[in-house]
């Protein structure tokens, strides 16, 4: 019997009411596990009043109780990390290890949000003039949004709803239809945690889901991962309604090989980089950029690691790589390999036509690694979201910095080489928002700020760290002048009371 995945309003889950339901495949089989159920405006409508009645008393909760809210479902996601996983797997495909490892990357953000206390320290200055007094404060929005991606169905919201609500927002999430269980199962481990009625709300659906959060006038702010093309139509359509948006869109991330860099070393990184999730994240590095005599021996020696991963079922322990999450999408991720000859690329491995025994209905895709790609071709210029690798030629350090700042996308890059001066010079004159010294994946750790630069963000606020405090709260000063008791109409003894 196929699974039904409803909307979670107010504590609860509720049955989806529009008679609209999206498939949810197993990538590795290409069967139809799940249904979910796509909502209305009215039941997006619903989610909003539900957190806005919520935040009523939320708002005012004390940061000591919604510190040990947090803790508790700190406990509880570490004790089910692995029933997260297994969901992740069966609807994103992606093998457990990779599954295990986004759910604890979410958890360190849920730690920071159970210290969330030193980041709303406020400030106060004494005696700016006669006995005043100048304090600064920061104070929760009300009910924020976040709607997020497939391909992180558990880390992504957890980038964004601990901040919020430690902050003392309330939180309505539209995550991915395309594998949705995992939003239920942590809205489940909140509740059990002793997160109040409406503080948490799931919707589940399309663009009218979408939609309605980007118009609804009790939303006070929207964060959203995605493609570029999306983030930038979130940011202009939520910011027009007088919203704050943090928008994170597209990525085509670069890694700069200097001649001296440690080849071993650099081609281990960009195999796992590259490959990794099947290529499905917005990390991933797709573009590698060889400078001068190494570009030969670094594209064997990639060739050799990439030759070895192992592709199966997210299930299987052995498997190192699983499918990708739709057909659609597997489809398009091979046409930039089937085209790539003719746009001049050198195909070294072309895996479009992989498939695993067993498995044929699967969402497959093998290893592809294309070398001396020109800029022109689409399988450079285009977010690919899959196993892909492109490889491409420069003689010099500043011909491959100009490559990379010529590149709309700023997400993540990174350097490798044994040179400090170099490496300290390519983190200064690079346009990106991360960079990784001999670090092909620089996700930055839950207290620093996640984001990138140009067509990768839309807004002013990245995502968690300090960031995230500041941009799920809005500064307030207050100028204080207090009379000293001694001047007032009779004077007042501040001394002890006489007794005689």
């Not at 405006?41 to 909003?48: F, Q, S």
């Not at 995230?468 to 001694?486: E, L, M, N, Q, S």
Request: net charge negative; aromatic share 8%.
């Amino acid at each position: 019997m196929t699974k039904i995945v409803n909307h979670w309003i107010g504590g609860k889950t509720v049955e989806g009411a529009s008679g609209t339901y999206g498939p949810v495949t197993d990538p590795a089989t290409g069967a139809v596990t799940t249904n979910v159920a796509f909502a209305t405006v009215d039941e997006v409508d619903a989610a909003v009043a539900a957190a806005k009645d919520a935040y009523a008393t939320w708002g005012k909760t004390s940061l000591a109780k919604r510190s040990t809210i947090l803790f508790k479902f700190r406990a509880l996601l570490d004790a089910n990390r692995d029933a997260i996983a297994e969901l992740i797997t069966a609807e994103h495909g992606k093998v457990h290890s990779d599954a295990l490892g986004e759910v604890a990357r979410g958890l360190e953000i849920v730690e920071l949000a159970c210290g969330i206390t030193v980041q709303l320290k406020g400030e106060l200055s004494t005696e700016v003039a006669s006995r005043v007094d100048v304090s600064s404060i920061r104070q929760p929005l009300g009910v924020v949004a976040g709607i997020t991606p497939f391909n992180f169905p558990a880390m992504v919201p957890m980038w964004m709803f601990p901040i919020a609500i430690a902050c003392g927002n309330t939180f309505v999430l539209k995550p991915s239809e395309k594998d949705p269980s995992a939003a239920m199962k942590i809205a489940e481990l909140l509740s059990e945690a002793g997160l109040p009625d409406g503080v948490f709300n799931v919707v589940h659906g399309d663009k009218v889901a979408v939609d309605r959060l980007l118009d609804h006038p009790d939303v006070k702010a929207v964060s959203f991962v995605g493609s570029t093309p999306i983030a930038r139509y979130i940011h202009t359509t939520a910011s027009a309604n007088g919203k704050r948006v943090q928008a994170l869109g597209g990525a085509k991330n670069h890694m700069l090989v200097l001649p001296d860099a440690d080849l071993d070393s650099a081609a281990d990184a960009a195999v796992s980089a590259a490959y990794g999730s099947a290529g499905e994240r917005c990390m991933a590095i797709s573009a590698v950029v060889a400078v001068g005599a190494i570009g030969d021996e670094l594209v064997d020696k990639i060739r050799e690691r990439a030759e070895k991963i192992k592709i199966g079922p997210g299930n299987d322990p052995t498997s190192e790589m699983g499918p990708l999450i739709t057909k659609v999408h597997r489809d398009k991720v091979a046409s930039y390999v089937t085209g790539a000859a003719a746009e001049g690329s050198e195909v070294i491995l072309d895996g479009s036509g992989f498939t695993v025994e067993g498995f044929e209905d699967g969402h497959w895709i093998g290893i592809s690694l294309l070398d001396k790609v020109p800029t022109t071709a689409k399988a450079y210029q285009d977010e690919i979201f899959g196993p892909v690798l492109t490889v491409l030629r420069v003689d010099t350090y500043e011909e491959g910095l100009a490559l990379i700042n010529a590149s709309p996308f700023g997400n993540g890059t990174a350097i490798f080489t044994r040179d400090g001066g170099a490496a300290r010079r390519f983190q200064l004159e690079v346009e990106a928002g991360m960079v990784g010294v001999n670090v092909p994946i620089p996700v930055p750790v839950g207290y620093h700020s996640f984001g990138g630069w140009k067509d990768s963000l839309f807004g002013d606020h990245h995502i968690y760290g300090n960031d995230g405090t500041h941009f799920y709260t809005r500064g307030k000063v207050v100028t204080t002048r207090w009379p000293d008791p001694a001047d007032g109409p009779s004077g007042v003894d501040l001394g002890f009371p006489r007794n005689h």
